[in-house]
């Protein structure tokens, strides 16, 4: 039992990783719209590139 | 095969045939500029768009938008609204059009495909495009012609200091809520580790980790998530007026402070779990109802650059509006919106002002007459000598009033502030109290009972129940089209006695439709008749032009808007008049004796030179639902009254005075108001739709306004009627009855748990881990009773 003493701090710091990422992700607009972000993924759909 | 057209969804005129082979399947569209555009997007292939898009209105183009963009060729303004960085120049640009994410993705994926486009980022809640090119392979009217290839129209636009403070704002809600969650969920982990531990047996050692565990967890929801709850208590210290901040704050950091407390002494109770999670819910609330105010209004403070002609010594040139000076001869464009009061200096027009009076039959203007600002130039290019711009204009006076108006708003007061106002100050005494009197009786516990005091009257069920009941029955009237922006429109709703209705676009549709085709001359069917009319209104900006556009138009030459009086043109060699009475007079034909009264129905001829061939007679119809639901609302003892800008004739021909308490016409927007406010009874809601309804709107207890509403309206209401059915009203009554009732009823409960409770943690028989389990049980019933709303 005394690996919580480790595993649970360990789990801790990811939290705040977490946490930070968020904040981040926040600060870097990735919220600013929050009716369009979630329906982004179903519209990426192919890799063309600029006509250059 | 249908019968929409492929790219916008309108209904495709009978008999019209323009269609294209896109994606290997016949596509119909509804006129060339729907085809330009599909045949565009499924060209580049970005076909895509018609798959994924929520509904089928493509965007349609209505104006032209390279006047503007023209502009910023003038060195002083490319400064002003492009960004030129070291990575290409950037510009904002506000979007018309675009309806959902399929919209956006389209409009990224054509920009980035031109060459020398950077970046394109499109927000969909603000419609507003953020663009970054180089400028050395592309330039910004380049831009400009490409969107308006897809189908969309765009201003250059430029976010003001309150837009910036506005979506900081938002990003802090948005940062606390994912602190107060994320944390939640920690705390709660270790929380449910000890609740075990309590049942099977633990270590103290273990407990102790889960405690400080929990309590770094604890420590910056409560610190930093929970700082709108303090700010909302020390305003109410300053006010003197206290709401459920108050109490909410004091809970809070009481609760946090003992558990702190209780952690360094290592006994006692802690009650981070608990506080993390009324936290957490209360902020969620919130959070919902600021993103349901932003999502249906474009909050925008700015205007964005718009292009006018003017004419100086002769010789035309396009400069900004906002240069636009008194004095100024300005051209303004048939469908065009005056951007500014002035005096028409061209021979007649006809105006449609409905934006400002309600009536949208549009009124004819000679020479030398008063033209206002939002109203719309319907006949043919004029000019107009500006007398007065921006904030003297009458349409800014408007919004004054209504600034005037909102300050002066009754106030709805909420139950729950209400009993926390009292509630606040009971606890605190009582609390206080038992404090003393057993550290007096010597009593070595004193201060943990005064902590069961106050965790038992800890207002988390009182303070839950209003909010999660808004919240639920919010959601469930959004679903059936009703969208509540403002938090005490539940509350108010449920008073409501008295409901004030505009006419035109709320009890009607606001538009022409045809009621009836006399034909005068037997050779010639309805169908032909309304092919001929559609034929030679193709291109007119009047109102009545819409009406028409169902109908296949006949091929046109010499097309020719007669103002005021209406339309001629060539049709197989033959001229055609469609036209008013006057229009026929003029040409010597006897028009046959009118049989109907009044103005709100129009009369209108097609004739040939020499002979009458059909009457079309015209008239705005009352939504179909109207009556009953008139009927409806008055049989449960509401007042009903209409208050309409209309005369009273016009609103005579529609509607009968006997639906109604009251028939209020011709009111003046700010005469509209001032009838709010004289009423004796304060629990009135207004459901209007017109720039002209908008200081009655906001001065109403409740507004409503219906989902075609202009910009303004729609701000300064308290709902909208996204659903446009006029029997969603009782439907919304009635549920904000029912909403009204469970808040009772989980006032009743809550304030019955903690007046049950008190008397006995007060004798010190309740141990804190007691009174936390009773909190969340408390604040659970709640919730699930709350719950029950969701069927309407």
Redesign the interface.
């Known amino acids: 039992m005394e690996s919580l003493f480790l595993l649970i701090p360990i789990a801790a710091i990811f939290v705040v990783i977490a946490v930070i990422i968020f904040i981040w992700a926040v600060k870097g607009d990735q919220f600013d719209d929050l009716n369009r972000e979630g329906e982004r993924i179903l519209f990426e759909d192919d890799d063309t590139d600029k006509k250059a | 095969m249908s019968n929409l057209c492929y790219h916008c969804g309108d209904p495709i005129p009978a008999g019209l045939d323009i269609a294209s082979e896109l994606q290997n399947q016949r596509r119909e569209f509804c006129c060339f500029g729907c085809q330009a555009i599909a045949e565009h997007i499924c060209g580049a292939?970005l076909s895509?768009y018609y798959e994924?898009r929520d509904n089928s209105k493509g965007a349609r183009i209505n104006e032209d938008n390279s006047p503007v963009f023209a502009l910023l060729s003038d060195k002083a303004l490319y400064d002003q609204y492009v960004h030129q960085g070291e990575d290409g120049h950037v510009i904002q640009v506000s979007l018309t059009g675009i309806t959902c994410?399929?919209c956006?993705?389209l409009i990224e994926?054509h920009l980035?495909?031109?060459?020398g486009?950077l970046s394109v980022h499109?927000?969909?809640?603000?419609a507003i495009a953020t663009i970054t090119w180089n400028p050395a392979e592309t330039n910004v009217q380049e831009l400009a012609k490409q969107l308006l290839y897809i189908g969309y129209v765009a201003q250059p636009y430029l976010p003001g200091e309150q837009d910036t403070l506005q979506?900081q704002e938002k990003?802090r809600a948005?940062?606390r809520l994912?602190?107060a969650g994320?944390g939640m969920m920690?705390v709660m982990m270790s929380a449910i580790a000890m609740y075990a531990g309590d049942l099977q047996g633990m270590?103290d050692i273990?407990r102790q980790?889960?405690r400080w565990?929990s309590f770094?967890?604890a420590t910056p929801v409560v610190i930093y998530a929970g700082l709108p709850f303090y700010r909302g208590a020390l305003r109410d210290l300053k006010n003197r007026h206290f709401t459920m901040d108050l109490p909410v704050s004091i809970g809070v950091l009481l609760a946090y402070a003992s558990s702190v407390l209780a952690l360094y002494m290592e006994s006692g109770h802690v009650y981070f779990d608990s506080v993390t999670m009324f936290i957490f819910f209360l902020l969620l609330g919130r959070f919902l109802e600021a993103?349901a105010r932003s999502?249906h209004v474009a909050d925008r403070h700015q205007a964005p650059l718009t292009a006018v002609k003017v004419v100086k010594d002769q010789t035309e040139s396009t400069i900004p509006l906002q240069q636009l000076q008194t004095g100024d001869v300005a051209i303004i464009e048939p469908g065009q919106t005056f951007p500014v009061d002035g005096i028409l200096l061209s021979d007649f027009t006809s105006v449609d002002e409905s934006s400002l009076t309600g009536e949208y039959t549009p009124v004819t203007k000679q020479q030398g007459a008063n033209i206002h600002a939002q109203t719309v130039n319907v006949d043919q290019q004029v000019q107009l000598q500006v007398t007065e711009v921006g904030q003297n204009t009458k349409a800014a006076a408007i919004s004054r009033i209504t600034e005037r108006a909102l300050g002066e708003k009754p106030r709805v007061a909420i139950i729950a502030d209400k009993v926390a106002h009292y509630f606040v100050i009971a606890i605190l005494i009582t609390a206080s109290l038992t404090y003393g009197f057993w550290s007096w009786m010597g009593e070595p516990e004193a201060y943990w009972i005064m902590v069961s005091v106050l965790v038992v009257t800890c207002p988390c069920a009182l303070s839950l129940a209003t909010p999660v009941a808004l919240t639920t029955v919010t959601n469930a009237l959004k679903g059936a089209g009703f969208l509540i922006t403002r938090g005490h429109v539940i509350e108010a709703l449920a008073k409501t006695q008295h409901i004030v209705f505009d006419k035109t676009g709320t009890l009607t549709y606001g538009s022409f439709s045809i009621t009836q085709i006399e034909l005068l001359e037997n050779a010639l069917s309805s169908e032909q008749a309304l092919t001929l009319i559609s034929g030679l209104e193709q291109h007119s900006k009047h109102p009545i032009a819409k009406t028409f556009q169902q109908f296949a138009p006949a091929s046109v030459s010499h097309l020719q808007n007669l103002a005021s009086q209406g339309v001629t043109g060539i049709i197989h060699g033959d001229t055609y008049y469609f036209g008013n009475q006057t229009l026929m007079e003029s040409l010597g034909l006897r028009v046959p004796a009118s049989t109907v009264s009044g103005k709100a129905q129009l009369e209108l001829y097609l004739a040939t030179a020499s002979q009458l061939l059909a009457k079309v007679t015209l008239c705005d119809i009352l939504r179909p639902e109207a009556r009953t639901v008139i009927e409806s609302l008055r049989q449960q003892g509401i007042r009903v009254s209409l208050l309409t800008g209309d005369t009273l004739e016009s609103a005579h021909s529609i509607l009968e005075p006997e639906w109604f308490d009251d028939f209020k016409t011709s009111c003046l927007p700010d005469q509209k108001w001032q009838w709010l406010q004289a009423q004796d009874s304060k629990d009135i809601l207004m459901v209007g739709d017109g720039l002209n309804d908008v200081p009655a709107l906001a001065g109403a207890t409740t507004s409503l306004a219906m989902g075609a509403s202009s910009d303004l309206a729609k701000l300064h209401s308290d709902a909208i009627l996204l659903s446009e059915h006029l029997s969603t009203i009782p439907t919304a009554l009635k549920a904000a009855k029912r909403c009204r009732q469970i808040i009772q009823q989980n006032l009743i409960w809550a304030a019955g748990y903690n007046a049950t409770l008190l008397p006995l943690a007060i004798a010190g028989w309740i141990p804190p881990w007691v009174a936390a389990i009773g909190m969340a049980l408390s604040s659970l019933i709640v919730v699930v009773n709350a719950t029950r709303l969701n069927k309407l």
């Open positions: 292939d895509l994924r994410s399929a956006a993705w994926k980035s495909q031109q060459q486009v499109v927000n969909l809640s603000s979506r990003k948005i940062i994912g602190i994320v920690q270590d273990y980790l889960l565990i770094i967890f993103v999502y």
